[in-house]
Protein backbone atom coordinates (compact mmCIF):
# COMPACT_ATOMS: atom_id res chain seq x y z
CA UNK A 1 0.00 0.00 0.00
CA UNK A 2 2.56 2.31 0.76
CA UNK A 3 4.56 1.84 -2.12
CA UNK A 4 1.60 2.49 -4.34
CA UNK A 5 0.73 5.56 -2.53
CA UNK A 6 4.73 6.11 -3.26
CA UNK A 7 4.09 5.94 -7.02
CA UNK A 8 0.30 7.75 -7.07
CA UNK A 9 2.86 10.82 -5.80
CA UNK A 10 5.24 10.26 -7.86
CA UNK A 11 3.19 10.48 -11.02
CA UNK A 12 1.42 13.68 -9.41
CA UNK A 13 4.90 14.95 -9.42
CA UNK A 14 6.03 14.17 -12.43
CA UNK A 15 2.89 15.39 -13.91
CA UNK A 16 3.15 18.66 -12.69
CA UNK A 17 6.61 18.93 -13.76
CA UNK A 18 5.16 17.88 -17.41
CA UNK A 19 2.67 20.78 -17.25
CA UNK A 20 4.92 23.02 -16.18
CA UNK A 21 7.31 22.65 -18.59
CA UNK A 22 5.04 22.76 -21.20
CA UNK A 23 3.51 26.11 -19.78
CA UNK A 24 6.69 27.59 -19.56
CA UNK A 25 7.31 26.94 -23.26
CA UNK A 26 3.86 28.46 -24.63
CA UNK A 27 4.53 31.79 -22.37
CA UNK A 28 7.87 32.26 -24.04
CA UNK A 29 8.36 36.19 -24.33
CA UNK A 30 7.81 37.08 -28.00
CA UNK A 31 8.77 40.54 -29.43
CA UNK A 32 6.24 43.34 -29.64
CA UNK A 33 3.66 44.95 -28.38
CA UNK A 34 -0.05 45.83 -29.58
CA UNK A 35 -1.62 48.87 -28.52
CA UNK A 36 -5.07 50.01 -29.43
CA UNK A 37 -5.40 53.75 -30.48
CA UNK A 38 -8.34 55.83 -31.32
CA UNK A 39 -10.73 53.78 -33.02
CA UNK A 40 -11.56 54.60 -36.52
CA UNK A 41 -14.51 57.35 -36.48
CA UNK A 42 -16.63 55.62 -39.53
CA UNK A 43 -18.77 52.53 -40.23
CA UNK A 44 -17.48 49.07 -38.85
CA UNK A 45 -16.27 47.12 -42.01
CA UNK A 46 -14.22 44.48 -43.49
CA UNK A 47 -12.95 44.78 -46.73
CA UNK A 48 -12.00 47.87 -47.24
CA UNK A 49 -8.91 49.41 -48.87
CA UNK A 50 -6.58 51.47 -47.85
CA UNK A 51 -3.10 54.08 -48.92
CA UNK A 52 -0.68 55.60 -47.01
CA UNK A 53 0.69 59.12 -47.79
CA UNK A 54 3.72 60.88 -45.36
CA UNK A 55 2.55 60.48 -42.00
CA UNK A 56 -1.49 59.96 -42.82
CA UNK A 57 -3.23 56.84 -43.91
CA UNK A 58 -6.32 56.62 -46.15
CA UNK A 59 -9.79 53.84 -46.01
CA UNK A 60 -11.72 53.74 -48.35
CA UNK A 61 -14.67 51.26 -49.58
CA UNK A 62 -15.33 48.18 -47.74
CA UNK A 63 -18.25 46.03 -46.48
CA UNK A 64 -20.41 46.53 -42.97
CA UNK A 65 -22.81 43.52 -43.18
CA UNK A 66 -25.30 45.42 -44.80
CA UNK A 67 -24.20 47.68 -47.46
CA UNK A 68 -21.10 48.65 -49.83
CA UNK A 69 -19.21 51.63 -48.84
CA UNK A 70 -17.68 54.72 -50.77
CA UNK A 71 -16.69 57.44 -47.84
CA UNK A 72 -13.02 57.85 -47.11
CA UNK A 73 -11.45 59.09 -44.21
CA UNK A 74 -7.65 60.20 -43.01
CA UNK A 75 -6.01 59.33 -40.45
CA UNK A 76 -2.88 61.26 -38.94
CA UNK A 77 -0.41 58.72 -37.26
CA UNK A 78 1.55 61.16 -35.58
CA UNK A 79 -1.59 63.23 -33.82
CA UNK A 80 -4.50 59.65 -33.36
CA UNK A 81 -7.51 61.68 -34.83
CA UNK A 82 -9.45 60.72 -37.81
CA UNK A 83 -11.26 63.29 -40.77
CA UNK A 84 -13.63 62.75 -43.39
CA UNK A 85 -12.32 63.29 -46.79
CA UNK A 86 -14.37 63.47 -49.98
CA UNK A 87 -16.31 60.68 -50.31
CA UNK A 88 -15.18 57.77 -53.84
CA UNK A 89 -17.51 59.07 -56.44
CA UNK A 90 -17.47 56.02 -58.36
CA UNK A 91 -19.67 53.21 -57.47
CA UNK A 92 -19.25 51.65 -54.12
CA UNK A 93 -17.31 48.43 -53.11
CA UNK A 94 -15.08 46.46 -50.91
CA UNK A 95 -12.34 43.98 -52.02
CA UNK A 96 -10.82 46.65 -54.15
CA UNK A 97 -6.94 47.96 -54.17
CA UNK A 98 -4.50 51.04 -53.92
CA UNK A 99 -1.24 52.41 -53.82
CA UNK A 100 0.51 55.97 -53.48
CA UNK A 101 2.84 57.29 -55.78
CA UNK A 102 4.44 60.89 -55.90
CA UNK A 103 1.80 62.03 -53.03
CA UNK A 104 -1.41 60.99 -54.21
CA UNK A 105 -2.96 58.15 -54.14
CA UNK A 106 -4.59 55.60 -56.85
CA UNK A 107 -7.32 53.17 -56.35
CA UNK A 108 -9.19 50.64 -58.59
CA UNK A 109 -11.04 47.00 -59.21
CA UNK A 110 -13.25 45.50 -56.50
CA UNK A 111 -16.63 44.30 -56.36
CA UNK A 112 -19.74 45.10 -55.33
CA UNK A 113 -21.57 41.97 -54.77
CA UNK A 114 -23.12 41.34 -58.17
CA UNK A 115 -20.22 42.93 -60.70
CA UNK A 116 -15.87 43.28 -61.20
CA UNK A 117 -15.01 46.57 -61.89
CA UNK A 118 -11.47 47.92 -63.69
CA UNK A 119 -11.67 51.11 -63.24
CA UNK A 120 -9.26 53.59 -61.79
CA UNK A 121 -8.89 56.00 -59.86
CA UNK A 122 -6.67 59.22 -58.11
CA UNK A 123 -7.25 60.87 -54.58
CA UNK A 124 -4.75 64.22 -54.18
CA UNK A 125 -5.26 64.76 -50.90
CA UNK A 126 -4.24 68.61 -51.59
CA UNK A 127 -7.50 69.46 -53.13
CA UNK A 128 -9.46 67.11 -51.33
CA UNK A 129 -10.93 65.36 -54.70
CA UNK A 130 -11.32 62.49 -56.94
CA UNK A 131 -10.29 61.87 -61.10
CA UNK A 132 -11.00 58.90 -63.10
CA UNK A 133 -7.95 57.80 -64.66
CA UNK A 134 -7.21 55.59 -67.48
CA UNK A 135 -9.00 51.97 -66.62
CA UNK A 136 -6.49 49.21 -65.63
CA UNK A 137 -6.41 47.00 -68.67
CA UNK A 138 -6.48 43.77 -66.93
CA UNK A 139 -10.02 42.00 -66.48
CA UNK A 140 -12.42 43.68 -64.19
CA UNK A 141 -11.39 41.47 -60.74
CA UNK A 142 -11.38 41.95 -57.04
CA UNK A 143 -9.17 40.44 -54.30
CA UNK A 144 -6.14 41.83 -56.06
CA UNK A 145 -2.64 43.53 -54.83
CA UNK A 146 -1.31 46.44 -55.85
CA UNK A 147 1.85 48.78 -54.91
CA UNK A 148 3.93 51.98 -55.75
CA UNK A 149 7.82 51.79 -56.45
CA UNK A 150 9.74 54.72 -57.01
CA UNK A 151 7.46 57.04 -59.52
CA UNK A 152 5.06 54.00 -60.81
CA UNK A 153 2.20 52.04 -59.52
CA UNK A 154 1.90 47.83 -60.00
CA UNK A 155 -1.56 46.20 -59.90
CA UNK A 156 -2.24 42.46 -60.30
CA UNK A 157 -3.32 38.71 -59.47
CA UNK A 158 -6.84 38.77 -57.61
CA UNK A 159 -10.19 37.04 -58.82
CA UNK A 160 -12.92 37.14 -61.12
CA UNK A 161 -13.96 34.07 -61.57
CA UNK A 162 -10.68 32.46 -62.07
CA UNK A 163 -7.51 33.03 -60.43
CA UNK A 164 -5.15 35.37 -61.59
CA UNK A 165 -1.41 36.29 -61.73
CA UNK A 166 -1.07 38.71 -64.33
CA UNK A 167 0.11 42.18 -63.84
CA UNK A 168 0.73 46.03 -64.93
CA UNK A 169 2.43 48.81 -64.32
CA UNK A 170 0.83 52.59 -64.29
CA UNK A 171 2.86 56.01 -65.23
CA UNK A 172 0.76 58.79 -63.38
CA UNK A 173 2.63 61.43 -65.39
CA UNK A 174 1.52 59.86 -69.03
CA UNK A 175 -1.91 57.84 -67.62
CA UNK A 176 -0.83 54.61 -69.34
CA UNK A 177 -0.77 51.34 -68.30
CA UNK A 178 2.09 48.84 -69.93
CA UNK A 179 1.72 45.33 -69.00
CA UNK A 180 4.67 43.24 -67.35
CA UNK A 181 5.78 39.76 -66.53
CA UNK A 182 3.14 38.19 -64.26
CA UNK A 183 3.62 36.97 -61.05
CA UNK A 184 6.15 34.22 -60.83
CA UNK A 185 4.73 30.83 -59.50
CA UNK A 186 1.17 30.40 -58.17
CA UNK A 187 -2.01 32.32 -59.28
CA UNK A 188 -3.44 33.46 -56.17
CA UNK A 189 -5.92 35.82 -54.86
CA UNK A 190 -6.18 37.78 -51.12
CA UNK A 191 -2.48 37.92 -50.97
CA UNK A 192 -0.54 40.37 -48.80
CA UNK A 193 2.25 42.59 -50.49
CA UNK A 194 4.88 45.25 -48.90
CA UNK A 195 7.57 47.08 -50.12
CA UNK A 196 10.82 47.81 -48.50
CA UNK A 197 13.73 49.97 -50.01
CA UNK A 198 11.81 50.00 -53.22
CA UNK A 199 11.27 46.14 -53.22
CA UNK A 200 7.82 44.62 -53.77
CA UNK A 201 7.18 41.62 -51.99
CA UNK A 202 4.34 39.16 -52.48
CA UNK A 203 3.27 36.29 -50.08
CA UNK A 204 0.48 34.18 -49.02
CA UNK A 205 -2.91 34.00 -50.74
CA UNK A 206 -5.18 31.27 -51.89
CA UNK A 207 -5.28 29.48 -55.14
CA UNK A 208 -7.81 26.77 -56.45
CA UNK A 209 -8.17 25.26 -52.79
CA UNK A 210 -4.85 25.98 -51.39
CA UNK A 211 -3.22 28.07 -49.42
CA UNK A 212 0.19 29.64 -51.18
CA UNK A 213 3.55 28.68 -49.98
CA UNK A 214 5.64 30.62 -52.70
CA UNK A 215 7.01 33.70 -52.17
CA UNK A 216 8.20 36.45 -54.50
CA UNK A 217 10.09 40.29 -54.71
CA UNK A 218 9.68 42.40 -57.65
CA UNK A 219 12.86 44.48 -58.47
CA UNK A 220 11.63 47.15 -60.90
CA UNK A 221 15.52 47.91 -61.78
CA UNK A 222 15.76 44.48 -63.21
CA UNK A 223 11.63 44.23 -64.64
CA UNK A 224 11.16 40.76 -62.78
CA UNK A 225 10.01 38.63 -60.48
CA UNK A 226 12.84 36.62 -58.10
CA UNK A 227 11.75 33.78 -56.06
CA UNK A 228 12.32 33.62 -52.42
CA UNK A 229 11.65 31.05 -49.60
CA UNK A 230 8.81 29.42 -49.00
CA UNK A 231 6.45 30.97 -46.38
CA UNK A 232 6.16 27.02 -45.10
CA UNK A 233 8.43 24.13 -43.62
CA UNK A 234 8.94 22.64 -47.19
CA UNK A 235 13.21 22.18 -47.48
CA UNK A 236 15.93 20.37 -45.18
CA UNK A 237 17.42 23.05 -43.79
CA UNK A 238 16.63 24.25 -40.47
CA UNK A 239 15.84 27.65 -40.46
CA UNK A 240 11.91 27.09 -41.58
CA UNK A 241 11.39 24.00 -38.66
CA UNK A 242 8.67 26.44 -37.38
CA UNK A 243 7.42 28.42 -40.38
CA UNK A 244 3.80 26.77 -39.58
CA UNK A 245 1.97 29.27 -39.49
CA UNK A 246 2.63 32.20 -42.13
CA UNK A 247 0.42 30.80 -45.01
CA UNK A 248 -2.95 32.40 -45.26
CA UNK A 249 -5.59 34.34 -47.26
CA UNK A 250 -6.37 38.23 -46.45
CA UNK A 251 -3.45 38.95 -44.27
CA UNK A 252 -1.68 42.35 -43.94
CA UNK A 253 1.65 43.62 -43.64
CA UNK A 254 3.15 46.68 -43.07
CA UNK A 255 6.91 48.23 -42.94
CA UNK A 256 8.82 49.47 -39.74
CA UNK A 257 12.41 50.39 -39.79
CA UNK A 258 12.88 47.85 -42.84
CA UNK A 259 11.38 44.82 -42.03
CA UNK A 260 7.90 43.71 -42.64
CA UNK A 261 5.22 42.21 -40.33
CA UNK A 262 2.24 39.90 -41.18
CA UNK A 263 -0.15 39.29 -39.49
CA UNK A 264 -4.21 38.61 -39.10
CA UNK A 265 -6.01 36.84 -42.14
CA UNK A 266 -7.46 32.89 -41.91
CA UNK A 267 -5.86 29.76 -42.68
CA UNK A 268 -9.14 28.64 -42.75
CA UNK A 269 -9.67 29.63 -38.79
CA UNK A 270 -8.52 32.98 -38.03
CA UNK A 271 -4.97 34.05 -37.62
CA UNK A 272 -3.48 36.90 -34.98
CA UNK A 273 -0.20 35.34 -35.32
CA UNK A 274 2.50 37.56 -35.97
CA UNK A 275 5.12 37.10 -38.07
CA UNK A 276 8.39 40.11 -39.20
CA UNK A 277 10.22 39.44 -41.91
CA UNK A 278 14.20 40.22 -42.66
CA UNK A 279 15.02 40.83 -46.61
CA UNK A 280 18.75 41.19 -45.77
CA UNK A 281 18.89 36.87 -44.69
CA UNK A 282 15.17 36.24 -46.33
CA UNK A 283 13.97 34.74 -42.65
CA UNK A 284 11.09 34.95 -40.95
CA UNK A 285 10.82 35.16 -37.02
CA UNK A 286 7.45 35.14 -34.92
CA UNK A 287 6.50 38.17 -32.70
CA UNK A 288 3.89 39.43 -30.66
CA UNK A 289 0.47 38.18 -31.46
CA UNK A 290 -2.17 40.69 -32.43
CA UNK A 291 -3.93 41.73 -29.44
CA UNK A 292 -7.15 43.14 -31.10
CA UNK A 293 -10.15 40.11 -31.83
CA UNK A 294 -9.09 37.81 -34.48
CA UNK A 295 -9.71 38.83 -38.03
CA UNK A 296 -9.76 39.25 -41.27
CA UNK A 297 -10.15 40.99 -44.53
CA UNK A 298 -8.19 44.44 -41.94
CA UNK A 299 -6.36 47.11 -44.03
CA UNK A 300 -3.07 48.68 -42.97
CA UNK A 301 -1.20 51.80 -42.53
CA UNK A 302 2.85 52.51 -42.31
CA UNK A 303 4.94 55.60 -42.38
CA UNK A 304 7.99 53.32 -41.94
CA UNK A 305 8.52 54.00 -38.43
CA UNK A 306 5.10 52.77 -37.17
CA UNK A 307 2.96 50.41 -38.39
CA UNK A 308 -1.60 50.03 -37.72
CA UNK A 309 -4.00 47.47 -38.69
CA UNK A 310 -7.52 49.02 -38.82
CA UNK A 311 -11.05 47.40 -39.48
CA UNK A 312 -11.58 44.07 -40.37
CA UNK A 313 -14.33 41.73 -40.04
CA UNK A 314 -15.05 38.34 -38.10
CA UNK A 315 -17.79 35.62 -39.71
CA UNK A 316 -20.57 38.70 -39.93
CA UNK A 317 -19.17 40.45 -37.10
CA UNK A 318 -17.07 44.10 -38.13
CA UNK A 319 -14.61 45.75 -36.07
CA UNK A 320 -13.74 49.37 -35.95
CA UNK A 321 -10.94 49.50 -33.61
CA UNK A 322 -7.30 50.35 -34.72
CA UNK A 323 -4.17 48.89 -33.12
CA UNK A 324 -0.22 49.91 -33.34
CA UNK A 325 2.54 48.03 -33.08
CA UNK A 326 5.49 48.65 -31.00
CA UNK A 327 7.79 46.50 -31.76
CA UNK A 328 10.30 46.67 -29.71
CA UNK A 329 8.98 46.52 -26.86
CA UNK A 330 8.03 42.77 -24.83
CA UNK A 331 4.19 41.82 -24.11
CA UNK A 332 3.32 40.38 -20.95
CA UNK A 333 0.59 38.13 -22.63
CA UNK A 334 1.34 37.33 -25.77
CA UNK A 335 -0.94 33.77 -25.90
CA UNK A 336 -4.29 35.73 -25.09
CA UNK A 337 -5.25 35.56 -28.84
CA UNK A 338 -4.42 31.78 -30.47
Not at 5 to 22: E, H, K, P, R
Not at 125 to 138: C, V
Not at 191 to 210: H, K, L, M, Q, S
Request: hydrophobic share 30%; glycine share 10%.
Amino acid sequence: MKHQNLLALLLTMFSVITVSCSNDDEDEDLMGKWYRVSDFDGLARGEATSFTIGNKGYLTGGYDARKHLNDLWEYDMELDFWTQKASFPGTSRSSSTAFSVGGKGYFGTGYDGKNYYNDFWEYNPGTNAWSSKKDYPGSARNDAIAFGLSDKGYLGSGYNGNYLKDFYCYDPQTDTWEQIVSLGGSKRRGATCFVINDIAYVCAGFNNGEYVKDFWKYDPSQKRWIQLRDITDTSDATYDNKYNSITRIYGVAFVIDGQAYLTCGGAPDLRSNTWKYSPTNDLWEEVAKFKGAPRTATASFSNGDKGFIVTGRSNNYRFDDIWELHPYEYDDDNYENN
